[in-house]
Protein backbone atom coordinates (compact mmCIF):
# COMPACT_ATOMS: atom_id res chain seq x y z
CA UNK A 1 0.00 0.00 0.00
CA UNK A 2 1.22 3.18 -0.51
CA UNK A 3 1.97 6.12 1.72
CA UNK A 4 -0.88 8.42 1.25
CA UNK A 5 0.03 12.40 2.12
CA UNK A 6 -2.59 13.31 4.02
CA UNK A 7 -4.22 9.53 4.86
CA UNK A 8 -7.57 10.74 3.84
CA UNK A 9 -9.78 12.79 1.38
CA UNK A 10 -10.70 15.82 3.00
CA UNK A 11 -14.54 16.19 3.35
CA UNK A 12 -14.44 19.31 0.55
CA UNK A 13 -12.88 17.02 -2.15
CA UNK A 14 -16.43 16.58 -4.39
CA UNK A 15 -15.13 14.45 -7.09
CA UNK A 16 -16.25 10.79 -7.11
CA UNK A 17 -13.44 10.22 -9.41
CA UNK A 18 -10.57 11.57 -7.10
CA UNK A 19 -12.04 9.45 -4.44
CA UNK A 20 -12.05 6.38 -6.75
CA UNK A 21 -8.34 6.81 -7.74
CA UNK A 22 -7.07 7.63 -4.20
CA UNK A 23 -8.56 4.24 -2.99
CA UNK A 24 -7.03 2.06 -6.10
CA UNK A 25 -3.35 4.16 -5.20
CA UNK A 26 -3.54 3.71 -1.52
CA UNK A 27 -5.08 -0.49 -2.06
CA UNK A 28 -2.55 -1.64 -4.62
CA UNK A 29 -0.32 -3.52 -2.76
CA UNK A 30 2.18 -2.92 -5.86
CA UNK A 31 3.05 0.22 -4.90
CA UNK A 32 4.41 0.19 -1.64
CA UNK A 33 7.01 1.92 -1.75
CA UNK A 34 5.38 5.28 -3.16
CA UNK A 35 4.60 8.26 -1.55
CA UNK A 36 1.45 9.69 -2.68
CA UNK A 37 0.93 13.00 -1.95
CA UNK A 38 -2.80 14.31 -2.81
CA UNK A 39 -4.04 17.80 -4.28
CA UNK A 40 -0.71 18.99 -4.12
CA UNK A 41 -0.49 23.21 -4.08
CA UNK A 42 1.64 25.11 -5.97
CA UNK A 43 2.28 28.05 -4.86
CA UNK A 44 5.37 29.13 -7.38
CA UNK A 45 3.31 28.66 -10.62
CA UNK A 46 5.28 29.83 -13.53
CA UNK A 47 1.93 30.75 -15.94
CA UNK A 48 -0.70 30.96 -12.88
CA UNK A 49 -0.10 32.84 -10.00
CA UNK A 50 -1.25 29.41 -7.76
CA UNK A 51 -1.72 25.32 -9.66
CA UNK A 52 -2.54 22.67 -7.76
CA UNK A 53 -1.68 18.79 -8.91
CA UNK A 54 -4.44 16.38 -8.35
CA UNK A 55 -2.02 13.62 -6.83
CA UNK A 56 1.58 13.48 -7.27
CA UNK A 57 4.02 9.88 -6.57
CA UNK A 58 7.09 10.03 -5.41
CA UNK A 59 9.36 6.62 -5.61
CA UNK A 60 13.01 5.90 -6.34
CA UNK A 61 12.35 6.03 -10.11
CA UNK A 62 11.23 9.42 -9.67
CA UNK A 63 8.30 11.84 -9.06
CA UNK A 64 4.79 11.32 -11.31
CA UNK A 65 1.79 14.23 -11.70
CA UNK A 66 -1.05 12.90 -12.39
CA UNK A 67 -4.20 14.72 -13.42
CA UNK A 68 -7.58 13.58 -12.83
CA UNK A 69 -10.95 14.11 -14.87
CA UNK A 70 -13.96 12.50 -14.29
CA UNK A 71 -17.30 12.50 -16.19
CA UNK A 72 -17.63 12.77 -20.12
CA UNK A 73 -14.89 14.74 -21.85
CA UNK A 74 -15.28 16.87 -24.92
CA UNK A 75 -12.76 19.51 -27.19
CA UNK A 76 -14.65 22.00 -29.54
CA UNK A 77 -12.98 24.97 -31.19
CA UNK A 78 -10.33 24.63 -28.43
CA UNK A 79 -12.61 24.57 -25.67
CA UNK A 80 -12.56 21.61 -23.24
CA UNK A 81 -15.79 20.66 -21.76
CA UNK A 82 -16.25 18.40 -18.88
CA UNK A 83 -19.71 17.01 -17.74
CA UNK A 84 -20.36 15.42 -14.33
CA UNK A 85 -22.56 12.51 -13.28
CA UNK A 86 -25.47 15.81 -12.81
CA UNK A 87 -25.14 17.29 -15.87
CA UNK A 88 -23.01 20.20 -14.96
CA UNK A 89 -21.07 21.71 -17.17
CA UNK A 90 -17.21 22.78 -16.36
CA UNK A 91 -15.54 24.88 -19.71
CA UNK A 92 -11.88 25.34 -20.01
CA UNK A 93 -9.54 26.83 -22.49
CA UNK A 94 -6.84 24.78 -20.88
CA UNK A 95 -6.71 21.91 -21.52
CA UNK A 96 -6.06 19.01 -18.78
CA UNK A 97 -2.62 18.30 -20.74
CA UNK A 98 -1.47 21.87 -20.93
CA UNK A 99 -3.18 21.64 -17.18
CA UNK A 100 -0.55 18.95 -15.62
CA UNK A 101 2.46 19.62 -17.88
CA UNK A 102 2.21 23.45 -17.09
CA UNK A 103 2.60 22.03 -12.73
CA UNK A 104 5.13 19.43 -13.61
CA UNK A 105 7.46 22.49 -14.89
CA UNK A 106 6.52 24.30 -12.26
CA UNK A 107 7.03 21.93 -9.72
CA UNK A 108 10.45 21.28 -11.37
CA UNK A 109 11.18 24.96 -10.85
CA UNK A 110 10.27 24.92 -7.64
CA UNK A 111 12.88 21.40 -6.70
CA UNK A 112 15.39 23.34 -9.03
CA UNK A 113 15.43 26.49 -6.15
CA UNK A 114 15.51 24.50 -3.42
CA UNK A 115 18.09 21.89 -4.28
CA UNK A 116 20.15 23.35 -7.26
CA UNK A 117 20.74 21.78 -11.07
CA UNK A 118 20.31 17.87 -9.36
CA UNK A 119 16.93 18.63 -9.98
CA UNK A 120 17.34 18.41 -13.43
CA UNK A 121 18.84 14.56 -12.74
CA UNK A 122 14.98 13.43 -11.16
CA UNK A 123 12.99 11.70 -13.30
CA UNK A 124 9.41 13.54 -13.48
CA UNK A 125 6.69 13.05 -15.77
CA UNK A 126 2.97 13.39 -15.85
CA UNK A 127 -0.14 11.14 -16.68
CA UNK A 128 -3.83 12.10 -17.07
CA UNK A 129 -6.62 10.56 -15.84
CA UNK A 130 -10.45 9.59 -17.50
CA UNK A 131 -11.56 6.88 -15.33
CA UNK A 132 -15.27 7.37 -16.72
CA UNK A 133 -15.05 7.54 -19.99
CA UNK A 134 -13.02 5.63 -23.12
CA UNK A 135 -10.47 8.17 -24.01
CA UNK A 136 -9.19 7.25 -28.33
CA UNK A 137 -8.55 10.05 -29.30
CA UNK A 138 -5.22 10.86 -30.78
CA UNK A 139 -3.64 14.28 -31.06
CA UNK A 140 0.00 15.97 -31.43
CA UNK A 141 -0.94 17.22 -28.05
CA UNK A 142 -0.43 14.34 -26.54
CA UNK A 143 0.62 10.89 -25.64
CA UNK A 144 -1.83 7.74 -25.36
CA UNK A 145 0.19 5.90 -23.59
CA UNK A 146 -0.28 8.38 -20.40
CA UNK A 147 -3.77 8.15 -20.73
CA UNK A 148 -5.50 6.10 -17.71
CA UNK A 149 -9.28 5.37 -19.13
CA UNK A 150 -12.15 3.12 -18.74
CA UNK A 151 -10.71 0.13 -20.28
CA UNK A 152 -7.90 0.33 -17.41
CA UNK A 153 -10.42 -0.15 -14.60
CA UNK A 154 -9.80 -3.72 -14.50
CA UNK A 155 -5.74 -3.83 -13.94
CA UNK A 156 -4.45 -2.83 -10.90
CA UNK A 157 -3.29 0.37 -10.99
CA UNK A 158 0.38 -0.19 -10.56
CA UNK A 159 0.14 -1.89 -14.45
CA UNK A 160 -0.89 1.92 -15.19
CA UNK A 161 2.18 3.79 -13.38
CA UNK A 162 4.97 1.11 -14.85
CA UNK A 163 3.37 2.25 -18.37
CA UNK A 164 4.13 5.84 -17.44
CA UNK A 165 7.61 5.31 -16.40
CA UNK A 166 8.22 3.73 -19.67
CA UNK A 167 7.25 6.08 -21.25
CA UNK A 168 9.28 8.85 -19.62
CA UNK A 169 12.31 7.01 -19.33
CA UNK A 170 12.51 6.63 -22.86
CA UNK A 171 11.60 9.87 -23.47
CA UNK A 172 13.96 11.32 -20.70
CA UNK A 173 17.02 9.64 -22.01
CA UNK A 174 19.80 7.98 -19.87
CA UNK A 175 20.82 11.05 -17.79
CA UNK A 176 18.84 10.47 -15.32
CA UNK A 177 19.01 8.11 -12.09
CA UNK A 178 17.00 6.56 -9.54
CA UNK A 179 16.36 7.84 -6.12
CA UNK A 180 18.18 7.06 -2.58
CA UNK A 181 15.79 6.65 0.01
CA UNK A 182 17.49 9.40 1.58
CA UNK A 183 17.05 11.55 -1.01
CA UNK A 184 13.35 10.50 -1.19
CA UNK A 185 12.76 11.37 2.32
CA UNK A 186 14.16 14.38 1.94
CA UNK A 187 11.97 15.84 -0.98
CA UNK A 188 9.28 14.26 0.77
CA UNK A 189 9.62 16.58 3.54
CA UNK A 190 9.93 19.51 0.98
CA UNK A 191 7.16 18.85 -1.44
CA UNK A 192 4.91 18.04 1.96
CA UNK A 193 7.05 17.95 5.51
CA UNK A 194 5.19 17.48 9.06
CA UNK A 195 4.69 20.69 10.57
CA UNK A 196 1.35 21.42 12.79
CA UNK A 197 -0.15 24.64 12.23
CA UNK A 198 -3.59 24.50 14.82
CA UNK A 199 -6.74 24.95 13.57
CA UNK A 200 -8.72 27.25 16.08
CA UNK A 201 -11.18 25.52 18.40
CA UNK A 202 -13.98 27.80 17.11
CA UNK A 203 -13.30 26.87 13.26
CA UNK A 204 -13.59 23.43 14.28
CA UNK A 205 -16.63 24.11 16.04
CA UNK A 206 -18.21 25.69 13.19
CA UNK A 207 -17.45 23.30 10.63
CA UNK A 208 -18.85 20.32 12.66
CA UNK A 209 -22.20 23.02 13.07
CA UNK A 210 -22.62 22.87 9.22
CA UNK A 211 -22.29 19.16 8.95
CA UNK A 212 -24.93 18.65 11.71
CA UNK A 213 -26.97 21.85 10.03
CA UNK A 214 -27.31 19.62 6.78
CA UNK A 215 -28.08 15.95 8.86
CA UNK A 216 -30.88 17.75 10.69
CA UNK A 217 -32.28 19.46 7.34
CA UNK A 218 -32.16 15.85 5.55
CA UNK A 219 -34.40 14.51 8.71
CA UNK A 220 -37.00 16.66 7.93
CA UNK A 221 -37.64 13.75 5.24
CA UNK A 222 -39.21 11.48 7.98
CA UNK A 223 -42.23 14.25 7.67
CA UNK A 224 -42.39 13.82 4.31
CA UNK A 225 -42.73 9.81 4.16
CA UNK A 226 -45.22 10.20 6.80
CA UNK A 227 -47.49 12.50 5.30
CA UNK A 228 -50.40 10.67 4.41
CA UNK A 229 -50.98 9.27 8.46
CA UNK A 230 -53.40 11.89 10.58
CA UNK A 231 -51.86 10.35 14.02
CA UNK A 232 -48.03 9.36 14.72
CA UNK A 233 -45.77 8.49 16.93
CA UNK A 234 -42.59 9.81 16.15
CA UNK A 235 -39.45 7.78 18.22
CA UNK A 236 -36.00 8.03 18.81
CA UNK A 237 -33.45 9.18 21.49
CA UNK A 238 -31.59 12.40 22.02
CA UNK A 239 -30.21 13.68 19.39
CA UNK A 240 -32.48 12.89 16.49
CA UNK A 241 -33.98 16.28 15.69
CA UNK A 242 -37.45 15.69 17.41
CA UNK A 243 -38.23 19.11 18.89
CA UNK A 244 -36.97 20.42 15.30
CA UNK A 245 -39.18 17.92 13.59
CA UNK A 246 -41.97 18.97 15.45
CA UNK A 247 -41.58 22.93 14.97
CA UNK A 248 -41.28 21.80 11.46
CA UNK A 249 -44.97 20.33 11.25
CA UNK A 250 -46.32 22.98 13.29
CA UNK A 251 -44.84 25.47 10.58
CA UNK A 252 -46.06 22.91 7.31
CA UNK A 253 -49.16 22.60 8.88
CA UNK A 254 -49.85 26.56 9.35
CA UNK A 255 -48.72 27.20 5.88
CA UNK A 256 -51.80 24.89 5.00
CA UNK A 257 -53.91 27.80 7.17
CA UNK A 258 -54.81 24.84 10.18
CA UNK A 259 -54.64 26.00 13.24
CA UNK A 260 -52.02 24.12 15.41
CA UNK A 261 -51.62 23.48 18.84
CA UNK A 262 -47.63 22.37 20.00
CA UNK A 263 -46.85 21.79 23.56
CA UNK A 264 -44.20 20.67 25.43
CA UNK A 265 -43.62 19.72 29.06
CA UNK A 266 -40.24 22.04 30.13
CA UNK A 267 -41.10 25.27 30.26
CA UNK A 268 -37.76 26.94 29.20
CA UNK A 269 -38.51 24.70 25.95
CA UNK A 270 -42.06 25.82 25.79
CA UNK A 271 -40.92 29.75 25.99
CA UNK A 272 -38.34 29.01 23.46
CA UNK A 273 -40.35 27.22 20.98
CA UNK A 274 -43.13 30.47 21.73
CA UNK A 275 -40.07 32.77 20.38
CA UNK A 276 -39.56 30.94 17.72
CA UNK A 277 -43.01 31.14 16.76
CA UNK A 278 -43.04 34.88 16.72
CA UNK A 279 -39.96 35.15 14.70
CA UNK A 280 -41.27 33.16 12.32
CA UNK A 281 -44.50 35.30 12.39
CA UNK A 282 -47.27 32.73 12.67
CA UNK A 283 -48.22 33.11 16.59
CA UNK A 284 -51.51 33.81 14.78
CA UNK A 285 -51.79 30.20 13.70
CA UNK A 286 -49.52 28.12 16.07
CA UNK A 287 -50.21 28.20 20.08
CA UNK A 288 -46.80 27.48 21.70
CA UNK A 289 -45.88 26.76 25.18
CA UNK A 290 -45.58 23.97 27.81
CA UNK A 291 -48.79 22.00 28.62
CA UNK A 292 -49.14 23.04 31.99
CA UNK A 293 -48.55 26.55 30.66
CA UNK A 294 -51.48 26.19 28.80
CA UNK A 295 -53.64 23.95 30.90
CA UNK A 296 -53.18 27.93 33.46
CA UNK A 297 -53.55 30.11 30.48
CA UNK A 298 -57.39 27.89 30.19
CA UNK A 299 -57.99 27.48 33.94
CA UNK A 300 -57.83 31.38 34.51
CA UNK A 301 -60.15 31.88 31.73
CA UNK A 302 -62.52 29.70 33.62
CA UNK A 303 -64.91 30.22 37.01
CA UNK A 304 -62.99 27.79 39.23
CA UNK A 305 -59.74 29.45 39.30
CA UNK A 306 -60.46 30.41 42.38
CA UNK A 307 -60.59 27.54 43.58
CA UNK A 308 -57.89 25.84 41.53
CA UNK A 309 -55.61 28.29 43.37
CA UNK A 310 -56.77 27.49 46.74
CA UNK A 311 -55.93 23.64 46.23
CA UNK A 312 -52.55 24.58 44.82
CA UNK A 313 -51.56 25.85 47.71
CA UNK A 314 -52.03 22.81 49.83
CA UNK A 315 -51.13 20.00 47.10
CA UNK A 316 -47.90 18.00 46.31
CA UNK A 317 -46.12 19.43 43.66
CA UNK A 318 -46.26 16.11 42.01
CA UNK A 319 -49.50 15.72 42.21
CA UNK A 320 -50.36 19.27 40.94
CA UNK A 321 -48.53 18.36 37.52
CA UNK A 322 -50.32 15.45 37.28
CA UNK A 323 -53.60 15.54 38.61
CA UNK A 324 -55.01 19.00 39.96
CA UNK A 325 -53.71 21.15 36.53
CA UNK A 326 -55.81 18.22 34.37
CA UNK A 327 -58.49 18.51 36.75
CA UNK A 328 -59.30 21.76 36.72
CA UNK A 329 -58.28 22.86 32.77
CA UNK A 330 -60.76 19.73 32.12
CA UNK A 331 -63.62 21.73 34.19
CA UNK A 332 -62.89 24.96 33.05
CA UNK A 333 -62.82 23.99 29.19
CA UNK A 334 -66.59 22.48 29.35
CA UNK A 335 -67.73 26.02 30.04
CA UNK A 336 -65.63 27.87 27.57
CA UNK A 337 -66.13 28.27 23.94
CA UNK A 338 -62.98 27.97 22.78
CA UNK A 339 -62.60 27.30 19.08
CA UNK A 340 -60.45 24.00 19.02
CA UNK A 341 -57.49 23.33 17.07
CA UNK A 342 -57.07 21.36 14.03
CA UNK A 343 -54.00 19.81 15.21
CA UNK A 344 -52.18 18.91 18.10
CA UNK A 345 -48.33 18.28 18.25
CA UNK A 346 -46.09 16.95 21.12
CA UNK A 347 -42.88 17.22 21.76
CA UNK A 348 -41.66 15.15 24.72
CA UNK A 349 -44.01 13.06 24.94
CA UNK A 350 -42.16 10.31 27.43
CA UNK A 351 -43.27 12.76 30.23
CA UNK A 352 -46.78 13.84 28.73
CA UNK A 353 -48.30 10.14 27.65
CA UNK A 354 -50.24 9.24 30.28
CA UNK A 355 -53.62 9.29 30.72
CA UNK A 356 -53.87 11.99 33.75
CA UNK A 357 -51.96 14.80 31.29
CA UNK A 358 -52.75 13.60 28.15
CA UNK A 359 -56.09 12.97 27.94
CA UNK A 360 -57.67 16.23 28.34
CA UNK A 361 -56.62 17.29 25.04
CA UNK A 362 -58.87 15.60 23.86
CA UNK A 363 -61.23 18.20 24.58
CA UNK A 364 -59.62 21.13 22.60
CA UNK A 365 -58.74 18.65 19.18
CA UNK A 366 -61.50 18.59 16.50
CA UNK A 367 -62.22 15.19 15.81
CA UNK A 368 -60.63 14.29 19.57
CA UNK A 369 -57.63 11.87 20.13
CA UNK A 370 -59.62 8.73 18.05
CA UNK A 371 -60.46 10.51 15.03
CA UNK A 372 -58.53 14.05 14.93
CA UNK A 373 -54.81 15.03 13.60
CA UNK A 374 -52.17 14.38 15.92
CA UNK A 375 -47.99 14.31 16.07
CA UNK A 376 -46.51 12.89 19.18
CA UNK A 377 -42.36 13.17 19.28
CA UNK A 378 -40.71 11.31 22.38
CA UNK A 379 -37.78 9.82 23.39
CA UNK A 380 -37.91 6.08 22.63
CA UNK A 381 -34.71 5.41 25.85
CA UNK A 382 -35.93 6.29 29.78
CA UNK A 383 -35.73 10.11 29.48
CA UNK A 384 -39.42 9.75 31.50
CA UNK A 385 -37.91 8.59 34.51
CA UNK A 386 -37.36 12.42 35.43
CA UNK A 387 -40.86 13.06 36.12
CA UNK A 388 -41.71 9.25 35.61
CA UNK A 389 -45.28 10.05 33.47
CA UNK A 390 -44.63 7.68 30.34
CA UNK A 391 -47.57 4.93 30.76
CA UNK A 392 -46.76 2.15 27.87
CA UNK A 393 -50.42 0.69 28.23
CA UNK A 394 -51.89 4.42 27.54
CA UNK A 395 -49.58 4.53 24.47
CA UNK A 396 -50.59 1.27 23.14
CA UNK A 397 -54.60 2.16 23.85
CA UNK A 398 -53.83 5.39 21.46
CA UNK A 399 -52.21 3.41 19.05
CA UNK A 400 -55.67 1.81 18.63
CA UNK A 401 -56.90 5.00 17.34
CA UNK A 402 -55.06 3.87 14.62
CA UNK A 403 -51.80 6.11 15.18
CA UNK A 404 -48.74 4.65 13.37
CA UNK A 405 -45.12 5.00 14.80
CA UNK A 406 -42.41 5.96 12.58
CA UNK A 407 -38.75 5.52 14.32
CA UNK A 408 -35.94 8.58 14.06
CA UNK A 409 -32.74 6.40 14.37
CA UNK A 410 -29.95 8.86 12.93
CA UNK A 411 -28.26 11.29 15.09
CA UNK A 412 -28.08 14.67 13.66
CA UNK A 413 -27.18 16.41 16.50
CA UNK A 414 -23.66 14.57 18.43
CA UNK A 415 -20.82 14.26 16.98
CA UNK A 416 -19.56 10.44 17.42
CA UNK A 417 -17.58 11.16 20.21
CA UNK A 418 -20.28 12.82 22.27
CA UNK A 419 -22.85 9.84 21.26
CA UNK A 420 -20.51 7.36 22.28
CA UNK A 421 -19.27 8.77 25.87
CA UNK A 422 -23.04 9.30 26.69
CA UNK A 423 -23.78 5.70 25.62
CA UNK A 424 -20.83 4.78 27.79
CA UNK A 425 -21.88 7.23 30.87
CA UNK A 426 -25.89 6.54 30.86
CA UNK A 427 -26.18 3.18 29.21
CA UNK A 428 -28.59 3.90 26.75
CA UNK A 429 -28.02 3.06 23.06
CA UNK A 430 -27.48 6.11 21.16
CA UNK A 431 -28.44 6.34 17.65
CA UNK A 432 -26.27 6.28 14.58
CA UNK A 433 -24.37 9.60 14.12
CA UNK A 434 -23.07 10.59 10.50
CA UNK A 435 -20.95 13.17 12.11
CA UNK A 436 -17.54 10.98 12.85
CA UNK A 437 -15.38 13.87 13.01
CA UNK A 438 -15.55 15.70 16.12
CA UNK A 439 -13.46 17.40 19.27
CA UNK A 440 -12.73 14.13 22.25
CA UNK A 441 -15.24 14.57 25.25
CA UNK A 442 -12.95 16.17 28.21
CA UNK A 443 -13.39 14.30 31.86
CA UNK A 444 -12.40 16.55 34.78
CA UNK A 445 -11.66 14.32 38.19
CA UNK A 446 -12.77 16.88 41.23
CA UNK A 447 -12.10 15.95 44.79
CA UNK A 448 -13.99 18.62 46.00
CA UNK A 449 -16.35 21.75 44.66
CA UNK A 450 -13.10 24.46 44.85
CA UNK A 451 -11.17 21.83 42.77
CA UNK A 452 -13.98 21.68 40.37
CA UNK A 453 -14.44 25.72 39.96
CA UNK A 454 -10.58 25.74 39.27
CA UNK A 455 -10.83 23.20 36.62
CA UNK A 456 -13.81 24.90 34.88
CA UNK A 457 -12.41 28.54 34.97
CA UNK A 458 -8.89 26.98 33.29
CA UNK A 459 -10.82 25.59 30.79
CA UNK A 460 -13.40 28.40 29.84
CA UNK A 461 -10.82 30.61 29.99
CA UNK A 462 -8.68 28.35 27.58
CA UNK A 463 -11.73 27.79 24.79
CA UNK A 464 -12.08 31.52 25.32
CA UNK A 465 -8.80 32.62 23.97
CA UNK A 466 -8.94 30.10 21.36
CA UNK A 467 -12.25 32.19 19.54
CA UNK A 468 -15.16 30.03 21.49
CA UNK A 469 -17.97 33.08 22.30
CA UNK A 470 -19.48 32.38 26.02
CA UNK A 471 -22.90 32.17 24.70
CA UNK A 472 -21.59 29.00 22.65
CA UNK A 473 -21.19 27.38 26.34
CA UNK A 474 -24.34 26.43 28.60
CA UNK A 475 -23.13 24.93 32.29
CA UNK A 476 -25.55 21.98 32.94
CA UNK A 477 -25.92 20.76 36.84
CA UNK A 478 -27.91 17.95 38.35
CA UNK A 479 -31.50 19.35 39.61
CA UNK A 480 -31.67 20.04 43.20
CA UNK A 481 -27.75 20.65 43.82
CA UNK A 482 -27.30 24.40 45.01
CA UNK A 483 -24.20 24.02 46.31
CA UNK A 484 -22.49 23.47 42.53
CA UNK A 485 -25.07 26.32 41.20
CA UNK A 486 -23.80 28.64 43.57
CA UNK A 487 -20.34 27.49 42.97
CA UNK A 488 -20.62 28.08 39.08
CA UNK A 489 -22.35 31.77 39.54
CA UNK A 490 -19.62 32.70 41.41
CA UNK A 491 -16.82 31.84 38.82
CA UNK A 492 -14.80 34.73 37.69
CA UNK A 493 -13.92 34.45 33.96
CA UNK A 494 -14.34 37.49 32.43
CA UNK A 495 -18.27 37.35 31.39
CA UNK A 496 -21.82 37.22 32.29
CA UNK A 497 -23.08 34.55 33.63
CA UNK A 498 -27.00 34.01 34.48
CA UNK A 499 -29.18 31.51 35.42
CA UNK A 500 -31.43 30.48 32.13
CA UNK A 501 -35.20 31.46 32.64
CA UNK A 502 -38.03 31.59 31.16
CA UNK A 503 -37.54 35.68 31.15
CA UNK A 504 -34.53 35.08 29.54
CA UNK A 505 -34.63 32.08 27.18
CA UNK A 506 -36.13 34.11 24.48
CA UNK A 507 -32.14 36.53 24.59
CA UNK A 508 -30.20 32.84 25.07
CA UNK A 509 -28.54 33.17 21.72
CA UNK A 510 -26.77 36.16 22.72
CA UNK A 511 -22.38 35.43 22.46
CA UNK A 512 -21.77 37.64 25.72
CA UNK A 513 -23.82 35.76 28.67
CA UNK A 514 -22.73 32.32 29.33
CA UNK A 515 -25.97 30.71 30.81
CA UNK A 516 -26.23 27.73 33.48
CA UNK A 517 -29.19 25.64 34.04
CA UNK A 518 -30.32 22.26 35.99
CA UNK A 519 -29.95 18.93 33.44
CA UNK A 520 -34.05 18.64 33.76
CA UNK A 521 -35.15 22.00 32.66
CA UNK A 522 -32.69 22.25 29.95
CA UNK A 523 -34.25 19.11 28.46
CA UNK A 524 -35.39 19.52 24.88
CA UNK A 525 -32.50 22.45 24.38
CA UNK A 526 -28.77 22.16 23.11
CA UNK A 527 -25.81 24.21 22.66
CA UNK A 528 -22.12 23.92 20.62
CA UNK A 529 -20.66 23.00 24.13
CA UNK A 530 -22.13 22.19 27.41
CA UNK A 531 -19.88 21.72 30.36
CA UNK A 532 -21.83 18.88 32.73
CA UNK A 533 -20.41 19.18 35.93
CA UNK A 534 -21.38 18.20 39.45
CA UNK A 535 -22.01 14.22 38.62
CA UNK A 536 -21.38 12.38 42.05
CA UNK A 537 -23.18 9.77 41.04
CA UNK A 538 -22.70 7.42 37.82
CA UNK A 539 -25.59 4.17 39.03
CA UNK A 540 -29.25 4.06 39.01
CA UNK A 541 -32.10 4.81 36.67
CA UNK A 542 -32.76 8.35 38.06
CA UNK A 543 -28.57 9.32 37.39
CA UNK A 544 -28.16 7.31 34.16
CA UNK A 545 -31.36 9.69 33.04
CA UNK A 546 -29.86 12.87 34.26
CA UNK A 547 -26.77 11.88 32.34
CA UNK A 548 -27.99 10.70 29.37
CA UNK A 549 -30.15 14.30 28.84
CA UNK A 550 -27.15 16.45 30.13
CA UNK A 551 -24.27 14.67 27.79
CA UNK A 552 -26.79 14.74 24.96
CA UNK A 553 -27.61 18.20 24.67
CA UNK A 554 -24.04 18.52 23.23
CA UNK A 555 -23.53 19.43 19.37
CA UNK A 556 -19.43 19.99 19.19
CA UNK A 557 -17.80 19.93 22.19
CA UNK A 558 -18.87 18.12 25.34
CA UNK A 559 -17.21 18.30 28.73
CA UNK A 560 -17.88 15.96 32.25
CA UNK A 561 -17.32 16.72 35.80
CA UNK A 562 -17.15 13.69 37.96
CA UNK A 563 -16.13 13.20 40.96
CA UNK A 564 -12.78 11.14 41.50
CA UNK A 565 -14.16 8.92 43.69
CA UNK A 566 -16.07 7.58 40.69
CA UNK A 567 -13.05 6.44 38.60
CA UNK A 568 -13.56 2.63 39.15
CA UNK A 569 -17.16 2.95 38.51
CA UNK A 570 -16.78 4.81 35.31
CA UNK A 571 -14.33 1.69 34.17
CA UNK A 572 -16.78 -0.57 34.72
CA UNK A 573 -19.22 1.18 32.66
CA UNK A 574 -16.98 1.36 30.01
CA UNK A 575 -16.66 -2.67 30.35
CA UNK A 576 -20.52 -2.69 30.11
CA UNK A 577 -20.90 -0.63 27.37
CA UNK A 578 -18.07 -3.10 25.69
CA UNK A 579 -20.04 -6.23 26.45
CA UNK A 580 -23.51 -4.59 25.61
CA UNK A 581 -21.87 -3.55 22.04
CA UNK A 582 -20.82 -7.07 21.38
CA UNK A 583 -24.01 -8.10 22.48
CA UNK A 584 -25.63 -6.02 19.49
CA UNK A 585 -23.19 -7.45 17.65
CA UNK A 586 -23.73 -11.13 17.61
CA UNK A 587 -27.47 -10.82 17.46
Known sequence: MALMIPSYIHKDVKSTAEKRIFELIQNDSRLSDVRCFHSLG?????QKKRGEVDFVLLDKWGIICLEIKGGRVNRQKGIWTFTDRYGRENKKREGPFEQVSSSMFSLIEDLKKKIGDSAYKIRIGYGLVFPDVHFKEESPEWENQVIYDLADIVYPFSKYVNRI???????LGNNKHDLSEDYINSLMLYIRGDFEIVEPLWKKVEDTEEDIIKLTKNQYKALDRMVSNQRIFFKGPAGTGKTLLAFEQAKRLALMHKKVLLLCFNVLLGKKLENETQKNGMEELIRTCS?????NDIIEQGKYFKDFLSEKSTIDSKLLFSKLYPKYFVQSIKDLNIEKFDSLIIDEGQDILCEDIFQPLDFVLKGGLKQGQWYVFYDSNNQGELYHNYNDDYVKKLKEFGATEYCLDINCRNTRPIALQTAVVSGFKMAETLVDQGEKVIYFWYKDLKEQSEQIVHFLKKIFKEGIKPGDVTILYPGGNTE?????????????IEELTAENVAHSDSKTVLYICSVQAYKGIENKIIILIGIDKVEGSWINTVNYVGMSRARELLCVSINASLKENYNKKIIGYLELSETYRNK
Open 165 to 171: KEYWSKK
Open 42 to 46: IARHY
Open 484 to 496: VRESILELGIGCS
Open 291 to 295: IHKYY
